[in-house]
């Protein structure tokens, strides 16, 4: 019998065959490996403090089933593509029309494609810190495979939406591959969205490589239901004087996590990682981040805001490591976070290590809760109690809020958070 700190074999039964040979042999070899695999305890650093969150009960082993039905398309400007509990609806999708760029899903794809496509999933995440991306490697039944050719531009956004249905108990794994290539461009944005009321679990991995001079902008919405656990992990590899930027957005729920790996490869690559995270009631959610500088002459920068209200818990663990050949090198990390209750807890853990001598590098964290002098200055002036709150918990995201560069997601950001501030400033 095993132990119960080992993750079921029911999670490692195969699902689908409608992939490439390829893919189906990576996926084999994937759940051959994650055989008792342990589960993060306490005792496992990187979950100290998310492990009790994570319920892998047997329930949620099972793959969602794909009915075909989903939302209504996207009224906003831009392409999109539709997952469906882990698998691509092509009649929901739009996409765009333009030489140099190749966006297909993992099904559709020829054998030698899939074929080198294989070779290179994995390659961006540390087997050990993002442990469950595997769990997805070993299950994923689709996928998005995306090229941009050299010089190539999209014009437009593409949003990758989605989709979980959770009518019943089930897991769903959506996996997204980006490739881009010498000095091409792209914005994406990822919304993770649910309906249904049934325990569900969602472990999405996505993965993305620059060549030299590339050019990715990244936008993750994460905003399932209460019933939905959402495990996540992104990975990117850069190339010289290429540019990474993500914007990232969470809203919590029984069980959120988010491990963004970022690895600065070649001289003059840059990335910069925003995030903004708020929890209330019981929610969880936990940001993991790593900057890898192994170059010389590459810059980060790096900043992560959370809000904590009810009994809710927020977590942020950022690691800058900066390699020995890595001279020259420009790191900022900073991570603010507002307690809004005396029941809230916040966690953070920001963490510098440097073998290198001529750098300059910098990181802060601070933790603390609305200021009472303010609110009693807006109130002295006329300010309800509940708006001079609102008021002073959005201008310590709003800086970032507005940085997202989509103005739908900033308009559905502002949406939820009004909501956020509505439930959390409730008047007696």
């Keep these: 019998m095993k132990p119960a700190s080992t993750l079921s074999s029911a999670f490692l039964t195969p699902g689908g065959q409608s992939l490439p040979q390829p893919l189906l042999d990576l996926r084999a070899q994937r759940g051959t490996a994650l055989a008792d695999m342990p589960l993060p305890t306490r005792k496992t650093e990187n979950w100290k403090y998310s492990s009790r969150h994570l319920k892998l009960s047997e329930e949620l082993a099972s793959a969602l089933p794909i009915s075909g039905k989903c939302g209504p398309a996207l009224a906003v400007p831009g392409y999109h593509v539709v997952f469906h509990n882990g698998v691509i609806v092509p009649e929901a999708c739009e996409l765009p029309d333009q030489s140099g760029i190749t966006i297909q899903p993992f099904a559709e794809l020829d054998d030698s494609l899939a074929a080198e496509l294989a070779e290179r999933l994995d ?127 969470g809203f919590g729920g029984p069980m959120r996590r988010h491990d963004l790996q970022v690895r600065l490869e070649q001289s003059g690559a840059n990335c910069r990682l925003n995030g903004v995270v708020v929890t209330q009631g019981q929610q969880h959610y936990d940001n993991h981040t790593v900057i890898e500088h192994v170059a010389p002459h590459c810059d980060s ?30 790191a900022n990390m900073s991570n603010k976070n507002l307690l809004l209750s005396t029941g809230a807890e916040i966690d953070t853990k920001p ?34 109690r509940h708006e001079a709150n609102t008021l002073l918990t959005m201008a310590f995201i709003n800086e970032l809020v507005q940085q997202i560069p989509v103005e739908s997601v900033r308009e559905t950001t502002q949406i939820r958070l009004n909501q956020f501030f509505e439930t959390t400033f409730e008047e007696a």
Excluded: M, W
């Design 123 to 249: 390659n961006t995440l540390d087997a050990e810190a993002a442990q469950l991306a595997r769990l997805n490697s070993a299950r994923f039944e689709d996928g998005l495979y995306i090229r941009l050719a050299p010089d190539a531009v999209l014009d437009q956004p593409l949003f990758i939406i989605s989709q979980t249905d959770a009518s019943c108990s089930g897991s769903a794994y959506p996996r997204l591959y980006v490739d881009a290539g010498r000095h091409s461009q792209l914005t994406l944005v990822e919304e993770y969205i649910s309906s249904g009321d049934q325990p569900a679990l969602v472990n999405a991995v996505s993965e993305f490589t620059l060549a030299e001079g590339a050019q990715v902008t990244s936008v993750r919405l994460s905003a399932e239901g209460e019933n939905v656990q959402h495990v996540g992990a992104t990975g990117v590899r850069q190339q010289a004087h290429s540019r990474f930027d993500s914007h990232c957005v």
């Design 351 to 384: 963490e510098l290590e440097i073998y290198a001598d001529d750098v300059k590098c910098a990181h802060g964290a601070t933790i603390g809760q609305l200021d009472k002098q303010s609110i009693f200055y807006l109130v002295s002036r006329g300010v309800s």
């Design 301 to 330: 920068e790096e900043t992560y805001r959370n809000i904590a209200a009810g009994q809710s818990h927020a977590v942020f663990n950022g690691r800058i490591h900066i390699h020995q050949d890595a001279q020259k090198s420009n």
